[in-house]
């Protein structure tokens, strides 16, 4: 149980457009969305936090009209990368957690790679 | 905010050994604290975990100990195999499950 999905896996798109990943709990509802970015050899930052229903609440530095996060349901958080630029090339992890006595389940990751 | 300090970044061990990975932690706060392995472009997979109000946590070759008032906790893994090989993040949360503040990773290499 407790399965996340993380689509798509690896994208590859010119510089200026927007990409959209999809994370999604497949067997438990989320109540909690976590995006991360990894970049090579280098740790999980946290980027936002995103509870469903809500705005998602950025941490320091993470431009939120840059990266758009939407919780609409209960198994699905979007993030988009908009007009997407090579410095955004990185290693885009979700995660997600049933509640706040629940632990956070991640996603296979999303390898974005711009051009 | 939180900052978590990991050490050492890489670490290279035969196989049989134990290995000890390092992590403090800045927030007295925080109360709960995970970790992962991570292979190679793969999630990150938890392995253990302690709350605050734990000392310490083992689970077969794997253990975890926790020092509050050092603001310090160590993953040990005793009787390595390679396939302990991989990368290993230590993180602390603000409330239970919360958002997660992760060190900045160890790789170990376990070798034959």
């Known amino acids: 149980g407790a399965v996340v999905s993380q689509h798509p896996s690896w994208v590859i798109c010119k510089s200026g457009t927007s990409v959209k990943i999809e994370c999604r709990s497949l067997d438990f509802q989320a109540t909690t969305m976590f995006w991360y970015r990894q970049f090579p050899k280098q740790s999980l930052m946290l980027m936002a936090t995103s509870n469903e229903g809500s705005k998602a609440t950025y941490e320091q530095g993470v431009e939120k009209d840059k990266f758009l996060i939407n919780h609409a349901s209960l198994t699905l958080s979007t993030l988009t990368v908009t007009s997407a630029h090579p410095e955004d090339s990185s290693f885009y992890i979700c995660?997600?957690?049933?509640?706040?006595?629940?632990?956070?389940?991640f996603g296979d990751g999303t390898r974005l790679s711009i051009l | 905010g939180e900052n978590v300090e990991q050490h050492p970044s890489t670490l290279s061990v035969q196989e049989g050994d134990s290995a000890v990975i390092k992590c403090t932690y800045s927030d007295s706060a925080s109360n709960y604290f995970p970790w992962y392995k991570q292979e190679l472009g793969k999630r990150p997979q938890l392995i253990i975990d302690i709350r605050s109000n734990v000392g310490e946590k083992k689970d077969q070759r794997i253990a975890v100990t926790l020092n509050k008032t050092a603001k310090h906790f160590s993953l040990h893994i005793t009787e390595t195999q390679p396939e302990d090989s991989a990368v290993y993040f230590c993180a602390a949360s603000l409330g239970n499950f919360n958002k997660f503040y992760f060190g900045s990773g160890t790789k170990l290499n376990v070798k034959p």
């Open positions: 995660s997600a957690r049933g509640g706040s006595d629940q632990p956070q389940h």
